[in-house]
């Protein structure tokens, strides 16, 4: 059986840009909705799109916990915990094994 898998994620206009920090439990459906502008709200106001950072979670609770843990964060640590694994703001959307 396998287990639901949740994702916190962080979304950014372009390097050093807006960010957007989401949570979901299906990590391409929800960044292709980002990216095509399919949800009414601020990643469509701000033209925010690029997936430059996400982490897996095994249970809903402890994804929730860290999404709100991560926006209370500064932006200098948001933007310290993107550049650890993703120092060129790649977008890592076509990446993401569908």
């Given at each position: 059986?396998?287990?639901?898998?949740?994702?916190?994620?962080?979304?950014?206009?372009?390097?050093?840009?807006?960010?957007?920090?989401?949570?979901?439990?299906?990590?391409?459906?929800?960044?292709?909705?980002?990216?095509?502008?399919?949800?009414?709200?601020?990643?469509?106001?701000?033209?925010?799109?690029?997936?430059?950072?996400?982490?897996?979670?095994?249970?809903?609770?402890?994804?929730?916990?860290?999404?709100?843990?991560?926006?209370?964060?500064?932006?200098?640590w948001k933007?310290?915990?993107?550049e650890k694994?993703?120092?060129?703001?790649?977008?890592?959307?076509?990446?993401?094994?569908?």
């Amino acid at each position: 059986m396998q287990t639901k898998q949740y994702f916190v994620y962080i979304l950014a206009s372009k390097k050093n840009g807006t960010l957007y920090i989401g949570i979901t439990n299906d990590l391409i459906k929800r960044v292709y909705e980002h990216k095509n502008n399919l949800a009414d709200g601020f990643t469509k106001k701000y033209d925010v799109h690029n997936l430059v950072y996400y982490e897996i979670h095994n249970d809903a609770s402890s994804a929730i916990t860290r999404e709100k843990q991560l926006k209370k964060w500064n932006r200098q640590w948001k933007i310290e915990l993107i550049e650890k694994t993703n120092s060129d703001w790649k977008d890592l959307y076509n990446n993401l094994s569908g």
